[in-house]
C-alpha cells in the first residue's frame, strides 16, 4: 500500500523531512552509498524526497560518480528538470550535503527505518500514542511508543516490540492475534463483507495470463498474517509454481520478497525471461535452455531485450530476489525484518523448507520449529508467508496426497491456513480405459444459470501436475469433495496455468501395477 505524507497524522509528519533529508544528504556527498546499501524509492514518501531520491538513482545507473547541478541537467528529463527548479535547484542539495556527514549515514538510515515501521504499524491500526508502562533503572515511567523509539535503535525497538506483545493487548490493535468482542455486531462488520475485506491477495492472473483462477478464487487469495505451505513430490515443479505465484501476485500491486535456498538470482531472472518471452511477447522460439546456452540469434536477443524491458517496467520494483545457501532461521528472519522495513513488502514465498542435517526426529522437530517461527514472524510483521516443502519419499506413487505425505513432520499442518499438496499425473491416469483414469472436467455455466460438468480430454503425451487442496480455511478439501486441479506443465517455456479439475483414485500406482498390471 502506497504510503500519503499528508494523510498522515501530524505526529508522523513531525522530523519526517529531516530523516529523508539525512539519509540523502550522504548519499549526494557519496552516491556510491546508494548501491552499497541497495537503497530504495520505497524508502521515501515525502514529495522532496522521492524527487531528490528520483534523481539520485538516475545519475547512479549512469555511473555518475559526483553530484552536480550539470550531471542533473544532461541525465534527466524535462519533467524532473521542472520539479528539481521548482525545488530549489541544486541549491537544495547543497544545504543538504552540507548539514550532514557520511560517518553517520547508518545511524540516519536506521532513524528512518525505524521511522517507517512506525508508520506501518500506525496503518496496522496500532495506537502509536497511548502511554505504556516501561521499567527503567529509575523505576516505573509511562511514554508512547513514539517517545519510546526516540529512545531506541530499530533492532531495540523491534525486540522490545516482540518480546511486549506477548502481553500487550488492545482492542484497537493486537499484536499476538487475540482479539476480544463484546456487545452486539455492529454494521462495520457487515460492510466489510460486502466490500471483500476478507479475500487477499489473489493469485489468479499473471499480467492477462490465466494462472490459478479456480484456486485463487477457492482460496479467497493469500491473507497476511497466515502462513501457507506447497507441499510437492521431487520434480514436481514447486520452484516453478512459486516464480510463477511471485509474477502472479507482483503483477497485482504486491511487494513480493522470495527467499531461496535452491535457486540462485540468476535462475529466477532465466524463468521470469522465459516465461514473459513465450506468453507476454508471444515469441515461441526461447525456452529456458536455449536462453542459457550462449546460441542465439539477433531475432531471439530482440526479444530477450524486449523480455528485459518488459521485467523492469512490471516487475523490478515489485519482487525482490534473495538466494541464501543453507539458509537457516535467523537469516531468514534477518532478511524479512530487513525488507519489511526498506520495501514494506506483503508477502514472503520461501523455497525450500529443509530439516537438517541432523539425524531424522531432529530434523523433523527442526522443520515444526521453523513453521511455528514462520506464523510468528507473519503476524508480527504483517506479511503472508508462504514456503514449499518436499514430500517425503516413502510415499513414492501415492495418488491421494494428504497430510500423510509430510511424515513427522505433519505437525506442521497446525500452524498452516494453507496446504496444497503438488504432484505429476501418472500417464496411466490420462487414459480413459484405465483403472487409474484421473476424470478430469470443467463446471461450466448453462445460459438457464445452473452449473454442469463437461468432460475434459488430456493429451496422453502431455506434461499435467495435480494440486491437491489438503488443508483450507476458506473452502471444501479435495477430501471432501474427492477433487483435485489439473495444471498444464508446458515442457518448453516452462509456464504453468490451470486447466480442469479431476477425480484421482486413492492407493500407490505403484504397487497396483505390479500386482495387478497396467489395465
Not at 468482542?181 to 479475500?199: A, D, I, Q, R, T
Not at 494462472?211 to 477457492?218: D, N, T
Not at 508480527?380 to 495418488?399: D, K, P, R
Request: one cysteine or more; aromatic letters at 10%.
Amino acid at each position: 500500500m502506497k504510503i500519503i505524507f499528508n494523510e498522515l497524522p501530524k505526529y508522523l509528519q513531525t522530523n519526517r523531512k529531516s530523516y529523508e533529508g539525512t539519509v540523502l544528504g550522504c548519499v549526494i556527498n557519496d552516491i556510491y552509498l546508494l548501491k552499497e546499501y541497495d537503497l530504495t524509492t520505497d524508502l521515501f514518501i515525502t514529495k522532496e524526497g522521492e524527487l531528490i531520491f528520483t534523481i539520485l538513482n538516475k545519475l547512479s545507473e549512469e555511473n555518475v560518480s559526483k553530484v552536480t547541478d550539470t550531471d542533473i541537467r544532461l541525465n534527466c528529463n524535462g519533467e524532473i528538470i521542472k520539479e528539481y527548479l521548482d525545488m530549489g535547484g541544486f541549491k537544495c542539495f547543497e544545504i543538504l550535503a552540507k548539514t550532514t556527514t557520511s560517518e553517520n549515514f547508518e545511524s540516519y538510515l536506521d532513524k528512518l527505518l525505524l521511522h517507517n515501521l512506525l508508520i506501518n504499524l500506525y496503518n496496522d491500526g496500532m495506537d502509536l500514542e497511548k502511554k505504556i508502562v516501561i521499567e527503567s533503572k529509575k523505576g516505573q515511567i509511562k511514554l508512547s511508543w513514539m517517545e519510546l523509539s526516540d529512545k531506541m535503535t530499530t533492532d531495540e525497538f523491534l525486540n522490545y516490540y516482540q518480546n511486549r506483545s506477548n502481553e500487550y493487548i488492545d482492542v484497537s490493535y493486537v499484536a499476538n492475534d487475540i482479539h476480544v468482542h463484546e456487545g452486539e455486531l455492529g454494521e462495520n462488520f457487515l460492510e466489510g463483507l460486502y466490500s471483500g475485506e476478507k479475500v487477499g491477495m489473489l493469485f489468479d492472473k499473471i499480467g492477462e495470463q490465466n494462472f490459478c483462477p479456480y484456486l485463487s478464487k477457492e482460496l479467497l487469495g493469500f491473507k497476511k498474517k497466515q502462513v501457507s505451505a506447497i507441499s510437492a513430490t521431487v520434480n514436481a515443479g514447486k520452484t516453478t509454481f512459486l516464480t510463477q505465484l511471485a509474477m502472479s501476485l507482483a503483477s497485482k500491486g504486491n511487494k513480493v520478497l522470495v527467499i531461496s535456498n535452491e535457486m540462485e538470482i540468476s535462475d529466477f531472472f532465466v524463468s521470469f525471461l522465459t516465461y514473459i518471452i513465450y506468453y507476454e511477447l508471444g515469441y515461441r522460439k526461447i525456452n529456458k535452455k536455449k536462453l542459457q546456452s550462449g546460441g542465439l540469434s539477433e531475432e531471439d536477443k530482440k526479444y530477450v531485450e524486449l523480455g528485459r524491458k518488459y521485467y523492469n517496467e512490471h516487475y523490478s520494483d515489485k519482487i525482490i530476489l534473495t538466494s541464501i545457501a543453507d539458509a537457516n532461521m535467523k537469516s531468514v528472519e534477518k532478511t524479512l525484518k530487513k525488507y519489511v522495513l526498506k520495501s514494506n513488502i506483503d508477502i514472503l514465498l520461501y523455497d525450500t523448507m529443509k530439516g537438517s542435517n541432523l539425524e531424522r526426529e531432529q530434523s523433523y522437530k527442526n522443520l515444526i520449529m521453523d513453521s511455528r517461527t514462520f506464523l510468528k514472524l507473519s503476524k508480527l510483521y504483517n506479511v503472508a508467508i508462504i514456503f514449499a516443502m518436499q514430500q517425503s519419499q516413502t510415499y513414492s506413487g501415492e495418488l491421494w496426497l494428504s497430510i500423510s505425505q509430510l511424515a513427522e513432520a505433519k505437525q506442521v499442518n497446525e500452524v498452516l491456513s494453507t496446504l496444497l499438496c503438488m504432484r505429476q499425473l501418472y500417464k496411466e491416469e490420462l487414459d480413459p480405459n484405465n483403472r487409474f483414469y484421473i476424470e478430469p472436467f470443467r463446471r461450466v455455466k448453462t445460459p438457464e444459470g445452473k452449473w454442469k460438468e463437461e468432460k475434459v480430454k488430456l493429451d496422453e503425451k502431455g506434461n499435467y501436475r495435480c494440486v491437491f487442496i489438503t488443508k483450507s480455511r476458506s473452502c471444501s478439501t479435495s477430501s471432501e469433495t474427492g477433487e483435485c486441479v489439473i495444471l498444464n506443465f508446458n515442457g518448453f517455456s516452462g509456464g504453468i496455468s490451470e486447466l480442469c479439475l479431476g477425480r484421482p483414485k486413492r492407493g500407490n500406482i505403484n504397487q497396483q501395477n505390479n500386482k495387478f498390471g497396467k489395465k
